[in-house]
């Protein structure tokens, strides 16, 4: 752990001004009526209708950029677009808790039928349409849709599927492509002025998980999610009026999902939506021309603009920037003292996962930084590291992160496996994240690997997360990611793969000298057996390493099945 600390950078101006005195007299019944919730309601109204009613019917709600040009959807603009779409998913007989999947690229089109389809009380489930052939028919074959939205160039993937069931494929634009009878067309002479109104656990999106640390899972959250959606919007985000907020992810991403469409539409302020991949100059483009003033990107989108110099960066005007959080990888010192240099404020990194449905830890703009730490638990959310029997433990202590249950966006169900959810479940009153996190005595985290891949060396356990650290450390290493293994004769132990930086090569000597180099920091005694020299590492959208398509390789089973 780094002993860094930056004083906060914005204690004065913060929509948290006391984050002890707010966890103190934190209640969720209290946030549910500042946002007026009822038993039975539909987000939709709280994220699109409320704002016709409080006079922002014509402030700019989404602009979808290229990077090059823009263009700009007011809340009233959104609301008519997802009648239309209602109104086609209604005629074609979708009913409350129907799943449908949105398939496609990202454009205005896909999230006005999201939309349309919560207004219905439909089950939305986003997909990569980059998804490999094998995971799109698993996905498919476990959430069982009634219907499916996507583009025409995407039609040919969806020949694998057995769409006999389904009642309909929709596409945002010309031509119907014959793939199924039930095809449709989007058209603005379908509308439904309904909303309808379901229950505060009722499904809102099916999100399946990266993959990252085992075959996908279906989870499941509920409309009640959004009273997370605005604390975290409020707290970490610190989203106030004529914000313009840029989420660095589309929609099969659960963080462009929470934090791309639904939080920027609950607090009423303006969220960027790129639609392609962006080169660095066209981020700092987007940033100038669309005035960004809260940032939600990535280490992994950092990283690349480092690559590229701050001299780049210096040739834009990025004096909107207040505020800059991050998420999905692991935000190391380097990236965190660039992102400064580069646009003038600290970077504030937050934990989450899927299933948590929201951000969990955080490092607040009212709150001192520490370097390479996730930060403090978000108010209303209790977080503990237990040990092995379940019993929480003192500070300074490696554990498993746990969180109590429940709380508004936690998980309702791992879809079609209720097994799955029994195993996150199993501490009772806990829910278990399989991370591994040191707190310090201030309730700071510090994130140390996942569970399965903690190792006793000597009289203590170490994690693959500080074993990267430490290789990361070496000159010649660009990226690492380390697995555990078994053997009969060595039992447990470890496994590096590293990519080199430019103009280094692979042999056997240097494997020799980066097993001695961690050895040396970490201990003779450190099983790290096996280094493999790759060119690239697997990687999820947001850039996190994928440690399931390493493990899957080394084991001789494939990935998806």
């Known amino acids: ?40 309601f539909n987000a939709y109204e709280y994220i699109v209708s409320a704002k016709l009613k409080s006079g922002l019917a014509q402030h700019i709600a989404l602009i979808f950029t290229s990077g090059e040009e823009s263009t700009s959807y007011s809340f009233e603009d959104i609301h008519k677009e997802a009648t239309n779409w209602a109104g086609l998913f209604s005629s074609i007989g979708l ?16 999230y006005m039928a999201l939309l349309g389809a919560i207004r219905l009380g439909l089950v939305v489930c986003p997909l990569d349409p980059k998804l490999q052939t094998a995971e799109l028919i698993f996905k498919y074959e476990n ?16 020949k694998v599927l057995d769409l006999t069931s389904i009642k309909g494929v929709v596409y945002t634009k010309e031509p119907l492509k014959g793939i199924t009878e039930r095809e449709f067309l989007f058209d603005r002479s379908f509308q439904t002025d309904e909303i309808y109104n379901v229950s505060k656990d009722s499904p809102l999106y099916l999100m399946y998980t990266s993959g990252s640390t085992g075959p996908p899972k279906g989870i499941v959250h509920t409309h009640e999610s959004i009273l997370s959606y605005y604390v975290t919007g409020k ?15 589309p929609l099969s991403w659960v963080t462009g999902l929470v934090y791309g469409l639904f939080t920027p539409l609950l607090f009423g302020v303006t969220s960027i939506i790129p639609t392609r991949s962006l080169e660095s100059h066209r981020c700092y483009w987007i940033i100038e021309r669309e005035k960004v003033s809260v940032w939600y990107t990535t280490p992994m989108r950092l990283r690349k603009l480092k690559e590229d110099g701050l001299d780049l960066s210096r040739r834009y005007d990025l004096s909107s920037l207040r505020h800059i959080c991050t998420v999905g990888d692991v935000l190391g010192p380097d990236l965190f003292y660039w992102t400064k240099q580069a646009f003038g404020i600290y970077p504030h990194d937050t934990w989450w996962m899927t299933e948590t449905g929201s951000i969990v830890i955080a490092n607040f703009p009212s709150t001192d930084l520490k370097p390479g730490s996730m930060g403090k638990a978000v108010p209303g959310i209790q977080v503990h590291v237990l040990d092995e029997r379940f019993n929480s433990l003192p500070p300074m202590s490696l554990g498993e992160l746990a969180i109590k249950t429940p709380w508004p966006s936690m998980l309702k169900e791992v879809f079609g496996a209720p097994e799955r959810l029994r195993e996150y479940l199993k501490a009772p009153g806990y829910f278990l994240t399989g991370d591994l996190v040191v707190m310090d005595d201030e309730g700071y985290f510090y994130h140390q690997g996942r569970l399965d891949d903690v190792i006793k060396v000597g009289e203590r356990m170490i994690g ?20 555990s293994k078994k053997a009969k004769e060595q039992g ?5 793969f590293v990519t080199l930086k430019k103009g280094y090569h692979e042999s056997l000597a240097l494997s020799h000298e980066l097993k001695a180099f961690a050895k040396a920091k970490l201990g003779l005694e450190l099983p790290l057996n096996e280094i493999e020299f790759v060119n690239d590492l697997p990687k999820s959208n947001s850039g996190k390493i994928l440690k399931m398509p390493l493990k899957a390789k080394e084991l001789g089973i494939p990935l998806w099945t």
């Not at 999947?101 to 089109?109: G, M, N, Q, R, T």
């Not at 447990?492 to 590096?496: C, D, H, I, Q, V």
């Open 492 to 496: 447990k132990f470890l496994k590096a």
């Open 95 to 110: 009913k409350i808790g129907d799943r449908i999947i949105i398939l496609a690229y990202p454009s205005c089109e896909i």
């Open 143 to 158: 959430a069982r849709p009634s219907a499916i939205v996507t583009s025409p160039d995407l039609a040919e993937n969806l």
């Open 1 to 40: 752990m780094i002993k860094g600390r930056i004083q906060a950078q914005n204690r004065d101006t913060a929509n948290l001004q006391d984050y002890s005195k707010t966890v103190k007299y934190f209640s969720w019944d209290q946030i549910g009526n500042e946002l007026g919730i009822s038993s039975g």
């Open 235 to 249: 707290y970490v985000l610190d989203l106030k009026p004529n914000d313009c907020i840029w989420t660095d992810g």
């Open 464 to 483: 693959p997360y500080e074993v990267e650290e430490t290789l990361l450390g070496h000159p010649m290493v660009s990226e690492v990611a380390v697995i």
